[in-house]
């Protein structure tokens, strides 16, 4: 499925940008230490994650229980998460629910060293703010596919 080009309605300040940059730098370094109830609180609690091949998971211990029966996945790995390219817009209705859209590359290294790169992606996540700090709300995985000749 390829992906349409968004365009940013509104450049927004260096200072969320950092933010949402600090968001998922310590996300992501939660889901690669394989820390996923930390990771899972970086959701709110009705948060839900639609992957590529359309499961849905809502809910922080929906979300668990998938993580857990994969775990198993990632023995003898080390897994990062890549994101890059990110689009940052705030909502206009709402100045505490943030819009980002971004590519992932999702990288395994073995322990002899091997690195092996996973499919990309581009991902739409809405972020909102509770009690001073964002959380992901939502989050469309949609697998990168080349586009349709034209």
Do not use: C
């Amino acid at each position: 499925m390829s992906q349409s080009v968004g365009t940013l309605h509104q450049q927004v300040t260096g200072d969320l940008y950092a933010e949402v940059q600090t968001f998922y730098a310590r996300q992501m370094r939660r889901v690669d230490a394989l820390d996923i109830e930390g990771f899972a609180e970086t959701f709110t609690e009705d948060g839900s994650v639609t992957h590529a091949g359309g499961q849905r998971q809502s809910g922080r211990a929906e979300m668990l229980a998938g993580m857990r029966a994969n775990l198993p996945r990632y023995k003898d790995i080390a897994v990062r998460h890549w994101f890059g390219h990110l689009l940052i817009e705030t909502d206009p209705a709402d100045e505490d629910t943030v819009r980002v859209s971004y590519y992932t590359l999702v990288t395994q290294t073995d322990r002899e060293g091997k690195v092996s790169f996973q499919p990309t992606f581009t991902v739409d996540d809405v972020l909102v703010r509770r009690d001073g700090r964002l959380l992901t709300q939502s989050r469309v995985i949609h697998r990168d596919s080349p586009a349709a000749a034209s």
